[in-house]
């Protein structure tokens, strides 16, 4: 998955502008945001993995 996939379904499952990526913490990712991980080196499809596991009602329709 790219990142700007990954920022697209964000946005698609939590609205636009949401602040999830900055503000949301997920112990998946060692208690880390999404922009956090990203700029680890998390791959974007572990991030993705971790938000759906984290908030499976807001990313069902955009699961792989």
């Given amino acids: 998955m790219r990142i700007s996939d990954l920022r ?4 698609l499952s939590f609205g636009e502008g949401s602040h999830f990526p900055i503000d949301i913490a997920l112990s998946e990712l060692g ?5 956090e991980a990203l700029a680890l080196g998390i791959e974007a499809d572990q991030i993705w993995k ?6 499976p009602k807001e990313t069902e329709k ?3």
């Fill in 62 to 64: 955009y699961r792989y």
């Fill in 8 to 11: 697209e379904r964000l946005k």
């Fill in 50 to 55: 971790a938000v759906c596991k984290a908030h």
């Fill in 31 to 35: 208690s880390k945001t999404v922009n």
